[in-house]
């Protein structure tokens, strides 16, 4: 048992700065699930190979089982519960309830995130892109064709929208 004294720390998650302490060496998945109820960020291997828990730090996606919460003083957050706004789902999120892409829901998050930092970095990517975009996140269930449709329909349509 750890006997290290918590630290304040100061963060901004979805937009609202939040102080809290926290032991230092605690993972940010647990902050997130536990000391901030953010509970849509996800655990799957604990060891960053599933990305299930992937949220955007300071505009990169991190895997929050790796991250230790005093690494994220300052930091500026976006988790699953920050991609949707005024309670209509964020187009990639639409996509992926359209095209099956959301499956048992584990991986979920972390994939429309995953994909919202793709789609930011490459607005029309092809396959290989996006392959190589979401490569850092695993599906257990059925497979990725429908993930991957999801993101081609998320790139049409946010093009779409820009012309």
Do not use: W
């Not at 190979?49 to 991190?62: I, S, Y």
């Not at 979401?134 to 329909?153: A, D, H, K, P, W």
């Amino acid at each position: 048992m750890s006997h290290t004294k918590p630290s304040l720390i100061q963060l901004t998650i979805n937009g609202q700065t939040q102080s809290l302490e926290v032991p230092p060496m605690k993972r940010l998945l647990d902050v997130l699930r536990e000391d901030l109820h953010l509970t849509g960020t996800k655990e799957g291997c604990g060891e960053g190979e599933c990305g299930a828990c992937a949220v955007m730090m300071n505009g990169e996606l991190v895997n929050s089982c790796l991250v230790p919460a005093l690494q994220v003083q300052g930091a500026q957050l976006r988790t699953i519960e920050g991609v949707a706004t005024d309670g209509h789902l964020h187009p990639i999120q639409q996509c992926f309830l359209e095209r099956g892409g959301a499956q048992c829901g584990i991986c979920t998050p972390g994939m429309i995130l995953a994909t919202q930092h793709l789609l930011d970095k490459h607005p029309n990517p092809t396959m290989e892109q996006i392959q190589e975009g979401l490569g850092g996140n695993l599906c257990r269930c059925t497979g990725y064709m429908r993930i991957f449709e999801s993101v081609q329909q998320a790139a049409q349509c946010a093009l779409a929208g820009k012309e």
